[in-house]
């Protein structure tokens, strides 16, 4: 398994070379755990779902990098907002109605899908992958945009009673054990983060869907400045 760090300067490089290989999966550090990331395609899905040992009726988020092809997958709603999204929500998922190809999919339950918004420096380079995926596939498996953010979920094995993987031996151990080809170090893990929450922002509710660090301040803050009366 290749170590590299975030801000290498081989970074887009190494990461592309894994997503074209036939296990498109890699190991990324990130500020509240490990995680797995893929193509957000079915290769990428499937091989997230093989890594993972995957449980039934599971589907995967994905990672916020281009804002403006965030924007063309947010409903109607919420596309003036999304500048106050990316602030209040930072370093949480959030899910929302999303116009799709089917309305469950590895990557949509029910009509809906949803973004880790992740720290600024790690977006960029996020962003790096997602454009060069865009510019490698006209359309999305998934989407009725070409959205091509790439898909995460936690490094362990699905089910596992430990949860998510917040020590880097074990990271590293859970890489080499189930095949992944990279392991990218971003040096931003905080270990006593804890789950990220998730919300789900409708067009006239927000409801907290998985409670987790800040949940109930950036509860609070999504009220007052996108759901407030005029």
Same mark, same amino acid.
């Given at each position: 398994?290749?170590?590299?760090?975030?801000?290498?300067?081989?970074?887009?490089?190494?990461?592309?070379?894994?997503?074209?290989?036939?296990?498109?999966?890699?190991?990324?550090?990130?500020?509240?755990?490990?995680?797995?990331?893929?193509?957000?395609?079915?290769?990428?899905?499937?091989?997230?779902?093989?890594?993972?040992?995957?449980?039934?009726?599971?589907?995967?988020?994905?990672?916020?990098?281009?804002c403006?092809t965030?924007?063309?997958?947010?409903?109607?709603?919420?596309?003036?907002?999304?500048?106050?999204?990316?602030?209040?929500?930072?370093?949480?998922?959030?899910?929302?109605?999303?116009?799709?190809? =089917?309305? $469950?999919?590895?990557?949509?339950?029910? +009509?809906?899908?949803?973004? *880790?918004?992740?720290?600024? &420096? #790690?977006? @960029?380079?996020?962003?790096?992958v997602?454009?060069?995926?865009?510019?490698?596939?006209?359309?999305?498996?998934?989407?009725?945009?070409?959205?091509?953010?790439?898909?995460?979920? =936690?490094? $362990?094995?699905?089910?596992?009673?430990? +949860?998510?993987?917040?020590? *880097?031996?074990?990271?590293? &151990? #859970?890489? @080499?054990?189930?095949?992944?080809?990279?392991?990218?170090?971003?040096?931003l893990?905080?270990?006593?983060?804890?789950?990220?929450?998730?919300?789900?922002?409708?067009?006239?509710?927000?409801?907290?869907?998985?409670?987790?660090?800040?949940?109930?301040?950036?509860?609070?803050?999504?009220?007052?400045?996108?759901?407030?009366?005029?």
């Amino acid at each position: 398994m290749k170590e590299i760090n975030l801000t290498d300067h081989n970074f887009l490089e190494s990461v592309i070379g894994v997503f074209s290989s036939d296990n498109p999966v890699m190991i990324l550090e990130f500020t509240g755990t490990y995680g797995l990331v893929a193509p957000n395609s079915l290769k990428g899905a499937s091989a997230l779902d093989l890594t993972k040992n995957r449980h039934e009726g599971k589907y995967y988020g994905s990672i916020l990098g281009n804002c403006e092809t965030f924007r063309k997958i947010l409903p109607h709603h919420l596309k003036p907002n999304i500048e106050e999204i990316i602030e209040i929500f930072k370093g949480a998922f959030v899910r929302f109605d999303v116009e799709n190809k =089917s309305s $469950n999919s590895k990557v949509i339950k029910d +009509g809906k899908h949803q973004v *880790l918004i992740e720290n600024p &420096d #790690f977006r @960029k380079q996020i962003e790096l992958v997602e454009l060069m995926l865009m510019k490698q596939h006209s359309e999305s498996d998934f989407f009725l945009e070409n959205y091509q953010g790439l898909l995460c979920t =936690s490094a $362990n094995i699905s089910g596992d009673a430990n +949860g998510a993987i917040t020590d *880097l031996e074990q990271a590293l &151990d #859970f890489g @080499k054990a189930q095949g992944v080809a990279l392991f990218v170090h971003s040096g931003l893990l905080i270990k006593n983060l804890g789950s990220y929450p998730s919300f789900y922002i409708g067009e006239e509710e927000i409801t907290i869907v998985r409670k987790g660090y800040r949940d109930a301040e950036i509860f609070a803050e999504a009220m007052k400045k996108i759901y407030a009366t005029p």
